[in-house]
């Protein structure tokens, strides 16, 4: 069963860019997009070939990735690194 959907112009040009962003066509955009469900088996075919590197993968997309966690990872992190090495050595683990 299919189903007809009007969407602003708007909405879809920034539907299709996005989905042309990603390598995919603005079908395959609103699968990849929505939670997994049995029922969208066939959605997936839609999709083109994915993106081949990270920079392809994050192309159109703004923000920042938040980890959660209250430190802060990219200060010091070959220092820290280092340390966590060496407690792993001196405790025999290494």
Do not use: N
């Not at 703004?62 to 001196?90: M, N, P, W």
């Amino acid at each position: 069963m299919s189903h007809i959907l009007e969407i602003p112009d708007e909405l879809y040009t920034a539907l299709q860019e996005a989905a042309e962003a990603t390598g995919t066509t603005p079908l395959g955009w609103i699968a990849a997009h929505l939670p997994t469900t049995k029922g969208r088996k066939g959605l997936q075919e839609t999709r083109k070939e994915g993106p081949k590197t990270l920079a392809e993968l994050f192309t159109g997309r703004v923000g920042r990735i938040h980890s959660g966690a209250q430190e802060r990872l990219s200060e010091a992190c070959g220092e820290t690194f280092t340390d966590y090495l060496e407690a792993k050595r001196q405790a025999g683990h290494l």
